[in-house]
């Protein structure tokens, strides 16, 4: 359908295209701590992660024992000005068109090394740049960013200081949650979208097996999980919306569960407009 490898059978071993994984999933919300007894109402264990060096922003973290993580993002003040800073401007801008689920973050443990490769396939990315915060209890974070020049791309992080102090110490949650089984990024056209995604992931993908109405997409195999790019194909697609309000950008989050009994997409008042679905 659209010139790529065809779907493999189910007997067919697929490896990961590429090192890089998803390392956490950001969703916008207006108020942190009413943010915070909502996931917890849905089984989650939340914990504050703490003010962001530039003092703008805060978030509480729900963390997994992948090692991925959810962001719940809560502008404390709006600058009078776009922040000179990429990823902060990215943040901002993201923010301020509402709730729900808004940017991802891939990992890696070589940002000058993707940076340069990235650059050499053909494809800019700003950075490396040092960003932090500071947790409640005094812990400073430091890692380092590179930003595409547009969404719906993912944003690449690195550690500077360990990798398993950016999360929570909570990592087991009433609902079965365990990890990030793959992310949907609605884009109006395959075409214009997968070209930099082949380029900075290195791989092709192939046609996804999704049953979202009215949708057709394509999917990467990462590391643990699928990251989806879906486009809308018909007038009942539920992706219209989303990319008129937001425009190309993460649709849907999918987490691993242990419980059987939470399959399924999660209230949406609940997670403040992110669309989460807990798969078995």
Do not use: C
Not at 111 to 117: A, I, T
């Amino acid at each position: 359908m659209f010139g790529l490898p065809s779907t493999p059978t189910s007997s067919s071993v697929i490896q990961p295209a590429t090192s890089l994984m998803i390392d956490h999933a950001v969703i916008v919300v207006k108020d942190l701590e009413e943010a915070m007894v909502d996931y917890t109402d849905l089984g989650f264990n939340v914990v504050k992660g703490g003010q962001h060096t530039d003092g703008i922003s805060q978030n509480a973290l729900i963390g997994f024992h992948d090692g991925s993580y959810i962001e719940l993002y809560d502008v404390l003040r709006w600058p009078e000005s776009p922040p000179e800073d990429r990823l902060k401007n990215r943040f901002i801008r993201n923010a301020a068109r509402g709730e729900g689920l808004s940017d991802f973050a891939l990992l890696t443990d070589d940002m000058s090394g993707l940076v340069q490769e990235a650059a050499h396939r053909g494809l800019v990315l700003h950075g490396p740049t040092e960003g932090g915060r500071m947790r409640p209890d005094g812990q400073e974070l430091r890692w380092l960013s590179a930003v595409p020049e547009e969404m719906p791309y993912p944003f690449l992080i690195q550690d500077v200081t360990e990798n398993y102090l950016r999360l929570p110490d909570q990592l087991e949650h009433p609902n079965g949650a365990n990890g990030i089984a793959g992310l949907i990024v609605a884009v109006g056209g395959l075409g214009e979208a997968v070209e930099p995604f082949n380029l900075l992931l290195d791989s092709s993908p192939i046609e996804t097996r999704s049953d979202l109405p009215g949708s057709a997409g394509l999917d990467y195999t990462l590391p643990g999980a699928t990251l989806t790019l879906m486009m809308p194909i018909g007038l009942n697609s539920p992706l219209h919306d989303p990319l008129t309000q937001r425009g190309p950008s993460p649709f849907q989050l999918k987490l691993y569960t242990d419980d059987i009994d939470r399959v399924g997409l999660l209230d949406l008042e609940k997670t403040h407009g992110a669309r989460i679905e807990m798969v078995g």
